[in-house]
């Protein structure tokens, strides 16, 4: 599935920059191929319009912020968040022609980062109800531009078979002498994506144990995982020990061929107990590991569930497939592939 041919797609709200990167001055960011420019208002609300001045092309997000607004590196030219020129400092008298405008976007501040819908959203940003719990803190963890189709990274998420080998490399916690997974505990279809259950016996390396305060060489951890359409996921792996570990994902599309990974996590420990920046060193490897092989896989990944062959632990993928091929229906949309070399 081509991401930037399918129009139902700008349908969905998806995390795009983080608001502290706001803070420092307007930021471009392509969504589904199409450049934005986003800035913070006077309110100190993210707004977001395409990256292109309507009066000779510039890209507005090489201008800076006025009094809230977006002006035009080029000749001055101010924009609001609606998309409407309020300025134009050449004019000599006070009136600018309503045709002075450019396209405006939705756009919210979420969990840190500022979300955009490019098209009347179908469903809301998703909610996590632990960023509201006050025993859980927040931790950013990664902002990065991956070579890999959406699809892919989150089938990968939701795929059990693949820790003990992708992570069994003796940094993090697969085991690849143990490479049968348990079975799914539950698999649920939701209107806006799947709710998965399982468990999985893991191996506590010298960080993690560091970071779990437990001393266990191995862990039966349950996890709860939630996919929401099309392209971001939260993980909430429960330890026995009682502590939560909740990790949220999103694969931004940016192109067909790339994604913007937004990951953050909501922990019910402190600081004391274990250091933030040592939680993201073991994310990271975490992460480092699965891109090394995400990224040699191809990013036109095919709805049709005859296109790749499949087995028992694929079953989350499939139903992914399923449901986006009948989003695409709905909205009498057919998928889009590369044309075969």
Not at 74 to 96: A, M, R
Not at 226 to 250: C, D, E, Q, V
Request: glycine letters at 6%; proline letters at 8%; a negative charge.
């Amino acid at each position: 599935m081509l991401v930037t041919q399918q129009p139902v797609l700008k349908r969905f709200w998806y995390p795009v920059i983080p608001m502290s990167l706001l803070q420092e001055g307007p930021q471009s960011f392509t969504l589904l191929g199409q450049p934005l420019v986003l800035w913070l208002d006077k309110e100190g609300k993210p707004a977001a319009v395409e990256d292109l001045c309507c009066h000779r092309s510039a890209q507005l997000s090489k201008g800076m912020v006025c009094d809230g607004h977006i002006r035009c590196p080029y000749h001055g030219w101010e924009f609001n968040g609606s998309g409407t020129c309020v300025k134009v400092p050449q004019l000599t008298e006070d009136f600018i022609p309503r045709s002075y405008k450019v396209a405006a976007y939705l756009c919210q501040e979420r969990y840190g980062y500022a979300w955009v819908a490019l098209a009347d959203p179908l469903l809301p940003i998703p909610e996590i109800p632990e960023a509201a719990d006050p025993s859980y803190r927040y931790i950013h963890e990664f902002y990065e531009p991956w070579a890999c189709s959406g699809l892919r990274f989150m089938e990968n998420s939701f795929d059990s078979a693949h820790p003990h080998f992708v992570h069994g490399h003796g940094k993090t916690h697969g085991d690849q002498s143990n490479p049968v997974p348990p079975p799914l505990d539950e698999v649920t279809e939701l209107e806006d994506g799947l709710l998965v259950r399982h468990w999985m016996e893991v191996i506590n390396r010298e960080l993690q144990k560091k970071n779990l305060n437990m001393e266990e060489e191995r862990t039966i951890r349950t996890n709860v995982r939630r996919w929401y359409m099309p392209f971001a996921r939260t993980l909430k792996i429960h330890y026995p020990n009682g502590l939560h570990h909740l990790i949220f994902s999103a694969a931004t599309p940016i192109d067909d061929g790339h994604s913007q990974l937004v990951q953050f996590v909501y922990r019910n420990d402190t600081e004391e107990q274990a250091k933030a920046a040592d939680i993201i060193a073991y994310d990271r490897q975490v992460t480092e590991e699965d891109r090394e092989v995400l990224e040699t896989t191809d990013y036109d990944t095919p709805l049709d569930i005859q296109a790749e062959q499949h087995m028992a632990s694929d079953k989350p993928g499939i139903l992914m497939r399923r449901k986006l091929a009948a989003l695409l229906k709905a909205h009498g949309e057919i998928e889009q592939r590369r044309a075969p070399v």
